[in-house]
Nanobody, 121 residues
Framework: QVQLVESGGGLVQSGGSLRLSCAAS????????MGWYRQAPGKQRELVAV???????NYADSVKGRSTISRGNAKNMVYLQMNSLKPEDTAVYYC???????????????WGQGTQVTVSS
C-alpha cells in the first residue's frame, strides 16, 4: 500500500504565501509524475501543477507565475510554493502521485487526504 501525507495548508491573508508538502511512503519502486489538484466548494477538482520524474513542470493558467512545484531530494516528496495568494485560491488541495510498485507494474495514481487552504480578502 502507498500513503500520502500532506501538510502546510491554513488560513492566510490575500497576498500572502503558503508552502504545501506531500510525502509518499509505503510500497514504492519508483514515482513518475507528482502533482497538486484543488477543489473549491461547488466546483470540480482541477489541476494546479504537475512535475514529471524528469523535472518538467506544468501549471494551470490561474496559478502560473505565482506558484512553484518541486520535488524533494528524497524523490518521494513534492512541494507547492504559492505566492501572492488570492481569495479565489481558496480550496482543498490534494496531492496526486503516480507510483510504480514493482519493476513489472504500470503506474497507479494515489491521492492524499487533502489540505485546506483559505485566503481571506
Amino acid at each position: 500500500q502507498v500513503q500520502l501525507v500532506e501538510s502546510g495548508g491554513g488560513l492566510v491573508q490575500s497576498g500572502g504565501s503558503l508552502r504545501l508538502s506531500c510525502a509518499a511512503s509505503g510500497s514504492i519502486f519508483s514515482i513518475n509524475a507528482m502533482g497538486w489538484y484543488r477543489q473549491a466548494p461547488g466546483k470540480q477538482r482541477e489541476l494546479v501543477a504537475v512535475i514529471t520524474s524528469g523535472g518538467i513542470t506544468n501549471y494551470a493558467d490561474s496559478v502560473k507565475g505565482r506558484s512553484t512545484i518541486s520535488r524533494g531530494n528524497a524523490k518521494n516528496m513534492v512541494y507547492l510554493q504559492m505566492n501572492s495568494l488570492k481569495p479565489e485560491d481558496t480550496a482543498v488541495y490534494y496531492c496526486n502521485v503516480h507510483v510504480v510498485r514493482s519493476y513489472s507494474d504500470t503506474p497507479v495514481a494515489y491521492w492524499g487526504q487533502g489540505t485546506q487552504v483559505t485566503v481571506s480578502s
